[in-house]
């Protein structure tokens, strides 16, 4: 018989305690929930709430974005981080009008054969949006059910075929309460159970957490480091789309130059963000795309 309760008592502190976040709103989306969960890769909640609003203002529905320039996408992902989410955002949209008729599908086939939508998007927007039951883990609900099941102080780098298996033993059964069970677990990893500083003595899984019963043992090996930001290739990358963003014509190379004096590294960053199609030259000017 499939035991629950870990799931049940994290879905009771989620009804009490959950974040109150746009794209979670009774009369929500599917779009909107897609667009959140492609923001929220990698960009913490505080920064992604204004974004989304302003972004679902403009584009509330595919086939809005779909009408528009791709560079149109990247110049609203603002400073988001990791442009290029924008277009894939964009390609996105023009495939779902394509294939779909301007709708988000609710069959988790299809929404893995969207472009950009990887594992973890297309089940979150299965289960968020439609309400139906897949495991859905990140790096919050690895670390939680590492935690709470094995003792682990982490779940590992990345998601693998055992993590999904796991979690997908603590569901119930039921689809909508599965669905349910996912963000708690994901909510309690976000706002609970953090990697750096876990708030353990808030937690409703304090008496049952295996971590906990073995003395919050910390994980073995050198601890990650964050990746610096200062003076990188993706510095360089974000001034340059920076400027191309706060214009509304082509940016002449003279401008492009003024941005970092390091000419190899400007050449470098420049070249790459053409590569990625986020930046397209004309002549001696660019632009976005």
Same mark, same amino acid.
């Given at each position: ?7 049940e008592?994290?879905?009771?502190w989620?009804?009490?305690n959950?974040?109150d976040l ?5 009369g929500?989306?599917?779009w909107?929930v897609l667009?959140s969960?492609?923001?929220?890769q ?6 992604v ?30 400073r988001l ?8 955002l964009h390609?996105?949209?023009?495939a ?8 988000v ?6 929404l893995l054969a969207?472009? *950009? ?5 297309? !089940? #979150? ?11 859905? &883990?990140? /790096?919050?609900v690895?670390r ?13 780098q ?15 059964d039921d ?6 069970a996912?963000?708690?677990f ?8 953090t ?18 019963l ?12 964050p990746?610096g ?6 510095q360089v990358? *974000? ?5 191309? !963003? #706060?214009?509304?014509h082509?940016v ?6 003024? &941005?970092? /004096? ?6 470098r ?9 986020l930046?397209r030259?004309?002549?001696?000017h660019?632009?976005?795309?």
């Amino acid at each position: 018989m499939r035991d629950t309760s870990l799931a049940e008592s994290v879905t009771r502190w989620y009804e009490s305690n959950a974040r109150d976040l746009p794209w979670r709103s009774a009369g929500g989306s599917a779009w909107g929930v897609l667009v959140s969960e492609v923001m929220l890769q990698q960009t913490p909640v505080v920064r992604v709430e204004p974004a989304w609003r302003a972004w679902m203002e403009r584009w509330p529905t595919p086939a809005a974005l779909a009408g528009d320039e791709p560079g149109e996408a990247i110049r609203a992902w603002g400073r988001l981080g990791y442009p290029r989410r924008a277009l894939r955002l964009h390609a996105c949209a023009v495939a779902l009008v394509d294939r779909h008729s301007g709708q988000v599908p609710e069959n988790l086939e299809s929404l893995l054969a969207l472009p *950009g939508i990887g594992v973890y998007t297309a !089940r #979150a927007v299965a289960a968020f949006a439609f309400r139906q039951r897949h495991p859905v &883990v990140d /790096t919050n609900v690895r670390r939680v059910v590492a935690r709470l099941v094995s003792g682990a102080p982490d779940g590992g780098q990345s998601t693998t075929p055992r993590d999904l298996a796991s979690v997908e033993a603590l569901l119930p059964d039921d689809a909508e309460e599965a669905a349910v069970a996912s963000v708690a677990f994901m909510e309690l990893g976000a706002v609970i159970c953090t990697a750096r500083a876990p708030r353990c003595d808030h937690c409703p899984m304090w008496s049952v957490c295996a971590w906990r019963l073995r003395g919050l043992p910390l994980p073995e090996g050198p601890s990650r480091r964050p990746q610096g930001y200062a003076g990188t290739d993706r510095q360089v990358r *974000g001034l340059i789309l920076g400027v191309l !963003r #706060a214009a509304d014509h082509p940016v002449p190379a003279s401008t492009v130059d003024a &941005v970092w /004096t390091d000419g190899v590294q400007r050449g470098r960053a420049l070249a790459g963000l053409i590569e990625d199609g986020l930046v397209r030259a004309a002549g001696d000017h660019y632009r976005l795309p």
